[in-house]
């Protein structure tokens, strides 16, 4: 993602309905409100709606420069119009004005409602507590054969250096194909550890045969340290996700470089050594670069996003990826979406029938550098 606005003075606002936090004596229950909003906004991102200061700067004609011309878009409104955006960029524009509000809706939490990383909640239904929600339901699409279905698109002759930026590439697509037809790809999960479903997708890709990189952020690792050690119990590779999912591209070196320390004395102090970084929302500077390589970690994007955040059905998340896959892909999913999980086993089916062989990381690295 290119950083497509100049902004000053920003204020951000998510108008949501529907999401559902516990409060108990007029203090809402932070971990369950995160959820809650953290799934609303995952599932229902078309109802954002931002507020920007007159002195903010969007330029269409900017954004159109920077998105390729197949991207998905969003119509967004904000008080200077209506602009178009994919969604790499809708992610940047929501977390740079997240920086920018972090302070003052920390204090203000009190009097207006739940503050999130992602805006203001300024509707929201009150529980009796954290465990009177019955659980999510998990709706069950149509059934679909994976194997059957083709990729549309054609073998990119290079990586963009937005897959790998701390990378030197020698090495494209089609050289990840193997003498057998068959071609190399990995497996990546963002956000985790959940302390119920990194377990669940555990189990799915140990019954599959696929080892998998899962980029964890420091806190949950915190939170959940029994499934973030499983993780590697189990074989898979472990990569840095930053403390909280923070934008670092809106932060300062030194509140970079703090990110990285704290984060990463949670990871150690599980034994966990992560060799990748992969920046919040696919963000990153040279100076973010620079920390995690001083770290021994080189920074990997995806080139295969299942956007899994906003497509409602496993069906859906499915055909997005297997219909845009290609040699040497990094494919993209969340483990915080009961649908990914749900898609999750037709995915391999489904790229398995198309020719992929999963490989760890440091081997793609090591395939897409030497």
Known sequence: ?????????????????????????????????????????????????????????????????????DEQKFIIQTEQGIFSMTQAQLNQYLAIRRAEEAQKAQASANQSGLISP??????????????????????????IDPTTIKST????????????????????????????????CVMTFDDGPHHDRDARIYDILDAKGVKAVFFFLGQKVQAN????KEAKARGHEIGYHSWDHKNLRAESLATVQADFKKGLAAFNALGLQPKVFRPPFGNYNSGIIATAQNYGMAVVNWSNDSLDWKIKTAAGITSRVLEQSAPGDIVLLHSIHERSIEALPDIIDGLKAQGCRFISMQSWIARATS
Do not use: W
């Not at 805006?119 to 709706?139: D, E, F, I, W």
């Not at 340290?225 to 973030?228: E, G, H, L, Q, V």
């Open 225 to 228: 340290p029994n499934t973030a």
């Open 153 to 184: 698109k054609s073998v990119p002759g290079a990586f963009d250096q937005y897959v790998g930026p701390s990378l030197s590439f020698t090495k494209g697509p089609s050289d990840m194909k193997n003498a057998d037809g068959s071609h190399a």
């Open 118 to 143: 992602y805006g203001r909640v300024v509707s929201r239904t009150v529980l009796a507590s954290p465990t009177a929600a019955a659980p999510r339901a998990v709706v069950k699409a149509a059934a």
């Open 1 to 69: 993602m290119r950083l497509i606005l100049a902004a000053s003075g920003i204020f951000l606002s998510l108008l949501v309905t529907g999401c559902t936090a516990s409060v108990e004596g007029g203090v809402t229950d932070p971990e369950a409100a995160e959820q809650a909003v953290a799934e609303l906004f995952a599932d229902n991102g078309e109802r954002v709606l931002m507020q920007a200061s007159a002195e903010d700067i969007l330029d269409q004609q900017a954004l159109d420069s920077t998105a390729s011309p």
